[in-house]
């Protein structure tokens, strides 16, 4: 079952499956926009930048624009989630999706079981008169932030192994420098460490390549900077790009569009 409901700031999806895949992998990704991921039954792993988790029925998942994260099902376990896409707003952002940016990204204290409710009066939604269909949706959202923002944030599934903690400063340095050119020699000199040693420890603890968690977040960023009004030909240089027709060429292989276009596609 999959109930999708769209409009000019949220994205919402209610959905049972299960995975086929035999050897399933972590889709691991980033994007401009806040994510709430309810998971209401079954059992998956959740890697979160560089640390990985256990999840079990009532688990509720907040991540910020901009962090990588990816889940990983287990095989042939039903399960189902709620999922809702929420972009920037700085009506809501000083308090309300104050949250999100919590260090600690996932939860499960007694009070997640209640967000259930929450969710499911949202997606009522999605069958009103297009009169009440938005008023009904705006206050439907604030009373489920305000709920979010009343629960337990000390409490929530521990990691599912000790996260190596070298990679963390890595991690920030690159995040804090994706405006202008990286390269595995600078962060090897950095980080007193050889090229290949650097590879091999960041892989192992986050999942993909230096190269890859890079260009995803500068991904992530440039489409927040395009939705904000910024051009594609400045844009490319924000991002530490040395030339528009790199940044096309990544912007249109991750995203499968061309930056000019990035407006049309919000989440």
Same mark, same amino acid.
């Given at each position: 079952?999959?109930?999708?409901?769209?409009?000019?700031?949220?994205?919402?999806?209610?959905?049972?499956?299960?995975?086929?895949?035999?050897?399933?992998?972590?889709?691991?990704?980033?994007?401009?926009?806040?994510?709430?991921?309810?998971?209401?039954?079954?059992?998956?792993?959740?890697?979160?930048?560089?640390?990985?988790?256990?999840?079990?029925?009532?688990?509720?998942?907040?991540?910020?624009?901009?962090?990588?994260?990816?889940?990983?099902?287990?095989?042939?376990?039903?399960?189902?989630?709620?999922?809702?896409?929420?972009?920037?707003?700085?009506?809501? @952002?000083?308090?309300? $999706?104050?949250?999100?940016?919590?260090? +600690?990204? &996932?939860? !499960?204290?007694?009070?997640?079981? /209640?967000? #259930?409710?929450?969710?499911?009066?949202?997606?009522?939604?999605?069958?009103?008169?297009? @009169?009440?269909?938005? $008023?009904?949706?705006?206050?439907?959202? +604030?009373? &489920?932030? !305000?709920?979010?923002?009343?629960? /337990?944030? #000390?409490?929530?599934?521990?990691?599912?192994?000790?996260?190596?903690?070298?990679?963390?400063?890595?991690?920030?340095?690159?995040?804090?420098?994706?405006? +202008?050119? &990286?390269?595995?020699?600078?962060?090897?000199?950095?980080?007193?460490?050889?090229?290949?040693?650097?590879?091999?420890?960041?892989?192992?603890?986050?999942?993909?390549?230096?190269?890859?968690?890079?260009?995803?977040? +500068?991904?992530?960023?440039?489409?927040?900077?395009?939705?904000?009004?910024?051009?594609?030909?400045?844009?490319?240089?924000?991002?530490?790009?040395?030339?528009?027709?790199?940044?096309?060429?990544?912007?249109?292989?991750?995203?499968?569009?061309?930056?000019?276009?990035?407006?049309?596609?919000?989440?």
């Amino acid at each position: 079952m999959e109930t999708i409901f769209a409009n000019g700031y949220m994205e919402f999806f209610h959905l049972k499956s299960r995975s086929e895949t035999q050897n399933p992998v972590f889709d691991l990704h980033s994007h401009n926009y806040y994510e709430l991921y309810f998971f209401v039954s079954g059992k998956a792993d959740w890697q979160v930048e560089n640390r990985s988790y256990v999840v079990h029925s009532n688990t509720l998942c907040l991540f910020p624009p901009h962090c990588l994260h990816g889940i990983r099902l287990y095989p042939f376990v039903p399960y189902e989630r709620f999922v809702v896409y929420l972009m920037p707003n700085p009506q809501l @952002e000083p308090v309300l $999706l104050r949250p999100f940016h919590h260090p +600690r990204h &996932l939860f !499960c204290s007694g009070r997640t079981a /209640d967000i #259930s409710g929450f969710l499911r009066s949202l997606a009522e939604c999605a069958s009103f008169p297009d @009169e009440l269909r938005e $008023l009904a949706t705006g206050a439907r959202l +604030r009373s &489920l932030l !305000c709920e979010l923002s009343l629960l /337990d944030f #000390s409490a929530g599934p521990a990691a599912a192994e000790t996260a190596d903690e070298r990679v963390r400063p890595i991690m920030d340095f690159i995040n804090e420098n994706l405006h +202008r050119r &990286l390269t595995l020699d600078e962060l090897s000199h950095a980080f007193y460490m050889s090229r290949t040693h650097l590879q091999h420890l960041f892989e192992r603890s986050v999942g993909i390549s230096i190269h890859k968690y890079i260009t995803t977040k +500068r991904m992530s960023q440039a489409k927040q900077l395009i939705a904000e009004g910024n051009s594609p030909s400045k844009v490319f240089f924000l991002c530490g790009y040395e030339d528009y027709s790199s940044f096309f060429r990544a912007f249109q292989s991750y995203y499968g569009y061309p930056p000019k276009e990035a407006n049309d596609h919000l989440f």
